[in-house]
């Protein structure tokens, strides 16, 4: 019985946290459309405030933490660059469509 209840509430609280996420990466959709400027050596962090500032992402540090395993990462497992230069944005778009839009997809040569 104790393991049926621990693992009920693992996973209510799993529920609980993926909720939170979905919405926090939700689009705003208050129909605003922005420009929007990468600098050069423009950190990870610095673009998270200025999306959150501008409120077209709902939550600044989910926002860093995805850019973040964006560059590590990247898509297909060879790591993204971000692109410095101007973006016209909306906050009809998710905080994943608008960080995906700042990354250049530099896929490795099959030797």
Request: glycine share 4%.
């Amino acid at each position: 019985m104790r393991i049926s209840r621990v693992l009920i509430l693992i996973m209510l609280l799993l529920a609980i946290t993926s909720t939170i996420i979905i919405y926090m990466m939700s689009p705003i959709d208050q129909g605003q459309k922005v420009h929007f400027k990468i600098y050069n050596n423009e950190s990870s962090n610095s673009i998270a405030k200025r999306l959150y500032k501008m409120k077209l992402v709902r939550s600044k540090s989910l926002t860093y933490y995805y850019i973040r395993a964006r560059l590590l990462f990247g898509k297909n497992n060879y790591g993204d660059y971000l692109q410095k230069g101007n973006y016209q944005l909306s906050d009809k778009m998710s905080s994943t469509e608008i960080i995906d839009s700042f990354f250049l997809y530099i896929e490795k040569a099959n030797i």
